[in-house]
């Protein structure tokens, strides 16, 4: 017979069950709403999650990390056993102390696995939100053994949206579509979602690709908080095109050659998990295809490189999907069929890191160990040389900053042997001056720093889904070099700038060498101040300045009066722009101050164009710089409206990559008139192939040799096709661009820049125009590029400008602003609206 106390416990469970089912509502009692019925919108998501904080308040945590850019909360929910919340705050310190990210040694207390779940990085994959509810009420049902297994070991963050504005960009226009029943036909109204869709953030930047570089608040909100936590295990919850089945783990190749042999593993161990609900209920799936883990900025990639189990589901569904749609095979895909595939994933990836919560947790440790111990790669020390780079190597550390490495200077002044040359692409010996940085590998997290620094990384399979190169030495510019010993910082960085205000001062004079000095120079403009330029390189008081260098003169600023110095001086104080009063306008050597070789810069009126036709992230790589980045006003324009817009009240208009399918041949008229009469025209990437070839832009693609094709040259195998069109492509190389540096496109550069590649397409160079970076022989410097791509870029035009009438077109085959994290090509483009036509 049971003894009365068990027999009392059961009906205390029984009662608490039964009180939980009649208090605690779901998802669907709180919002009044079925199931896959509608799509919730953002601020219902966030009351809910409030709610259930609200009802457990010794179990949930609601953490607001930041918000977005239009105003909308960015949140997790922290979920742990009574137990695991009581020590919440221990739990997350001991985690950062055993692997080196916080000073003192752990207590004794046994560690829970951390486990973070991340829905609808992409807006319009919107099943993830519509997920995470019923995912937050039943991980706290005391009727699920499940869960309570699952909160045993593990503590778990659930980011509801990582992306906000995208998602309630697409609910809301879905919303507003749809009828009283969803149309399952494919060519309705409601499965064609307008740009630029709701996939991208406010800028329409996409923040799986953001997780690395964090340009965007989102990103940069997320990761702090990330970087407090630090969990075994990351969830990245997607979808896909609508045919295409469930994906989970394991993971495609390539795989990064530093991901650990436990991680791998477990890769295997989470799709044996992932596929039970999937078998069981004959759910179609796919794994080990497709989504790799390569490039290290998405939400797999970043936290494998960080110690974590990363990893990404996708769901068949996208913007396309709606409320339901029909598929090729007859079935109708709905969004609660999709909801309980992301719903069984998000338990099943949990299942699994509960279950093996002290093994994951003790490689953790030894991953961040062996880090600061013994870290991976040939390399184990990076010297960035500082003398002359000081603006580029600030910008540099600020990045190291957002992120925590760790770095300092050498100290002393020394010699290495043997060092390995990133702009030289060769080893010598290397003179290290006690000012240079020293990026040393032996911190916790240098894995990450590993790959991010090294100059080319190891790609196993061509077969990639993103960009293969990304090395920060050539991102932002620096002059980096790699050495096999270690060497650990032995000083603390300390610029001097110099920045002195002299109210009889003839003129203000700052070096034109990095982005902070294009920052410096869209300030003042923004607050009326005059500004020159030097076309060529001069020296007074025995200091030389290069061509670029930013003149700011008395004369022309007599309207400001005293306010004049005081704004020049407070813009240079903010920004850390090294300015210099002078009480000539005669130099020692070059031009005078009044010469033609010094030019007035123009405060420019600038249009971009948005729409159908454009690359909604080229596009929004553009709004972002001058909106977010340089505080200097645009006026975006659509693109079906060219026709009709008044061109002359712009200086400047900048094509984004596009297709242009909207510019015919009278628009394209218009354009050269507009620039004849003084305009300039900025083409970006694929908009060049709206110009080549057609009369008046003097462009030109590069013709493949034509060889004669025999009858046997004709015979392909269909399952290499795939292969076979990755010859013609370039999945993110680096290449070696030399530049005419007397040219003002080029301006505040060394004659060698590296460009990230995205395509294939190669330009001849310009007949009658200066072709100011071009590429010359054997210039891949890193990444992959197939073999009739590597063809066409050789000898090929990068960046050019066409002088035509009394107006300009420039040429950027080559997209300087990439995803906003390409620090080094933002001067270049900067000098293309600013400097180049003055």
Known sequence: MYNKRFINILFFCLFCSSLFAQTIQSPEEFLQFKKGQRFLRHHQVVSYYEYIAAQFPKQVKLIQYGSTNEGRPLLVAVVASAENFANLEEIRTNNLKAIGLLDGKPTDRKQPAIAWMSYNVHGNESCGTNTAPFVLHELLNPNNTRSKAILANTVVLLDPSINPDGYDRYANWYNQKVGATFNANPAAWEHSEPWPGGRYNHYLFDLNRDWAWQVQKESQARMALYRQWMPQLHADFHEQGVESPYYFSPAAKPYHEDITTWQRDFQRIIGDYNKKDFDKNGWLYFSKERFDLLYPSYGD????????????????????????????????????????HHFSTSFACLDAISANADKAVSEFYKFHSNAISNPVGTYKTFIIKTKGEESRVKEFLTYLDKEGFQYGTAGKDMVAA????????KTSSLRIEADDIVLSLYQPRSTLLKILMEPKTMVEDSLTYDITAWSLPYAYGLKAYALKDRLMPAGKVAFKTSISKNENAYAYLAKWQSFTDLKFLASLMQKGIKVRAAVKSFEIDNQSYPAGTLIITRTGNEALGNNFDQIVFDEAQRLQVNLVPVNTGMPSKGSDFGSENVVFLKKPRIATLAGDGVSATGFGEVWHFFDQQIGFPITVLPDNSLGNANLSAYDVLILPGGGYRSLNDTQLNKLKDWVRAGGKLIAIENALKVFAGKEGFDLKTKEDDKKKETDESKLKIYGNAEREALSEETSGSIYRVTLDTTHPLAFGYPSTYFSLVLEGTGYQYLSDGWNVGITKGKDLMAGFAGVKAQEKLKNALIFGDVEFGQGHIIYMANNPLFRGFWQNGKLLFGNAVFMVGN
């Open 418 to 425: 043997v060092a390995y040359g990133y702009n030289e692409d």
């Open 301 to 340: 990639t970043y936290p494998t490189y960080n110690g974590a189990f990363g990893m990404t589901y996708e769901q068949g569904g996208s913007g396309r999907a709606g409320l339901g749609i029909a598929k090729r095979d007859g079935d109708t895909l709905t969004l609660k069929q999709r909801i309980d």
